[in-house]
């Protein structure tokens, strides 16, 4: 019951709470960032996409370690979740600061990477943290992307979003070093495909 309730606490914090980050946001401290209104739209909905990410992220890692009967297992995802809440609180002033707002559709999103968490979970945790290890090399791929596209003077969101690629590989790293499984081929191109389904809509709702 505490392992459903903290569940349950985790979802509303992500969705409906101002999160708190652990570490300072990342700045570039002699670059002040200065943009036209066509690029500050076009910067807003490239965080606005890399925000739901987090939400992602957050209900991924809630939901698989509801899912494991590993107590060790378990306290590594919970800890990944937290530092995951970093780039949530920081996507999220970002967003503020371009005037901008996240997601309207972030419950859904929600909803949908728990249950796909769940059920990487309830096939056992070597398939869990190989999905761990898929997710986050699918997100690496695309906060490059997000840096190749940036306002090249936008410093506050490239350093937002350079941190977040280095964080998010050290995920990666740390559950294949933890027993993860290489997915199937098939698996991974679903995850592709349900990921570009997300980015796309999140770009503009």
């Not at 985790?10 to 101002?18: D, G, H, M, Q």
């Given at each position: 019951m505490d392992r459903i309730l903290g569940t349950v606490d985790?979802?509303?914090?992500?969705?409906?709470?101002?999160p708190r980050a652990a570490r300072a946001c990342p700045t570039v401290a002699e670059d002040d960032t200065h943009l036209g209104?066509?690029?500050?739209?076009?910067?807003?909905?490239?965080?606005?996409?890399?925000?739901?990410?987090?939400v992602c992220a957050q209900a991924l890692y809630t939901a698989q370690a509801l899912a494991t009967r590993d107590p060790a297992l378990r306290a590594h995802l919970q800890r990944a979740s937290r530092e995951e809440t970093d780039h949530l609180a920081w996507t999220s002033e970002r967003l503020e600061e371009l005037g901008s707002r996240t997601s309207l559709l972030n419950p859904l999103w929600y909803a949908g990477a728990f249950g796909l968490g769940l059920l990487a979970g309830r096939i056992g945790?070597?398939?869990?943290?190989?999905?761990?290890?898929?997710?986050?090399?699918?997100?690496?791929?695309?906060?490059?992307?997000?840096?190749?596209?940036?306002?090249?003077?936008?410093?506050?969101?490239?350093?937002?979003?350079?941190?977040?690629?280095v964080d998010e590989a050290e995920h990666a790293d740390q559950a294949r070093q933890a027993g993860a499984v290489d997915l199937p081929p098939p698996v991974k191109l679903a995850m592709r495909a349900a990921a570009k389904v997300m980015t796309t809509t999140a770009h503009y709702i």
């Open positions: 985790s979802a509303l914090r992500t969705l409906f709470s101002t209104a066509d690029e500050r739209r076009h910067a807003a909905a490239l965080m606005r996409v890399n925000h739901v990410g987090e945790d070597r398939v869990s943290l190989g999905f761990v290890v898929e997710t986050e090399r699918q997100v690496e791929a695309h906060l490059q992307s997000h840096l190749d596209r940036l306002p090249a003077g936008d410093h506050a969101s490239r350093a937002i979003v350079a941190q977040m690629k």
